[in-house]
């Protein structure tokens, strides 16, 4: 009993590795003779025997590692986990390939939710293993990039050209692109004007408590309003503005659209914004300012040279996180007729054409984790520039 009690188990791999194993059991691919019709599950061990024996025996040597501690076990969990990310991807895109060239060039060969559920598990041990083998920012941050740099080759490479999302954004490209556009519009015609409010109502409220009652309980009741009820309520308002200022058309102004999506947006992103920038400000330590102060600084100059700086990085937090939400509650906002990647889910959604939806999902996915690995990166630096 001795001895077991001293075994260390990585309780986290051990629950992926258990997941993984229960996602080998669903369906790997999906085809279909065409595009109208619902698709066949089909398990992996049904297309690749091969690869089914080796998912098994690296998800045995994972399993393995859950009860190895140290750097090492935690090194070769990333790099098993990670192969085995390559190697589901490479086997879907060649899978597809072989269907394509076999059957119909009609056929659709969709990726299964047994996929989906053993890339995510996987990408997710791979990142656990990551964050206990190092505890610098800066280095995390590089081992979760190179993740992507292989499935980025292959993507480059045709290797998933036969997949049925692959040939749905082949299909709909010049609309991809314009809902990328439309997207990107609408997360910075949100983030900017936000920036512009946010951050000087903040200021204001930071230098007295009695200013932060009543504007944190406004902005926590806008908060609290549905999204969609949200858009629906500027309808009628910005509508009837129209109505009565003409002029207001020809600069976009309309009921519908992207004006109460931007507007919507916002009003969403103050709360975070105001209060970022609050408890920035208020996490300085007075014996710096005090420091500051008797080194004769003006109010003026130890807010621009001690406050700000020290502020910064709780700031930097709380942009990540509204342009994160800006990007996820832009997709809600096409059922307003702003466009962008929401359009595309639900044209997909009211068609039952999953891939349609998936083309509109991933990029919005990648664009939230692009934006929230380029905030790590920056405040890795901003962490290694402070400590130099």
Known sequence: MGV????SVNRVLLLLVLLTFAAAALPFISYAPNRLVSGEGRQLWDIRPDMAWGLAVACLLLFLLCFVSGKSGNI???VISQLLVIAALVTAGTTATYLAQTGSTLARTSLGSGFWLGLGFMLLAASDA??????QMLWRWVLHAQLFVMPIVL???????DLSLLKEYANRQDVFNDALAQHLTILFGTVIPALFLGVPLGVWCSFSDSR????FAVLNIIQTIPSVALFGLLIAPLAGLVKHFPWLSSLGVAGTGLTPALIALVLYALL???R?????LNQVPQDVLQSARAMGMSARQRFISVQLPL???VFLRSLRVVMIQTVGMAVIAALIGAGGFGALVFQGLLSSAVDLVLLGVIPVVVLAVLIDALFDLGLALLKGTNND
Request: overall charge positive; aromatic content about 2%; proline content about 9%.
């Open 155 to 161: 993507l480059l490479s045709g290797t998933f050209n």
């Open 4 to 7: 077991l009690s001293n075994i």
């Open 76 to 78: 070769l969990t990333l």
């Open 276 to 280: 970022g920038v609050v408890a920035g």
């Open 212 to 215: 932060q009652g009543p504007v």
């Open 311 to 313: 502020a910064l990085p």
């Open 272 to 274: 975070p914004l105001v």
């Open 130 to 135: 990551i964050r206990r083998i190092t505890c």
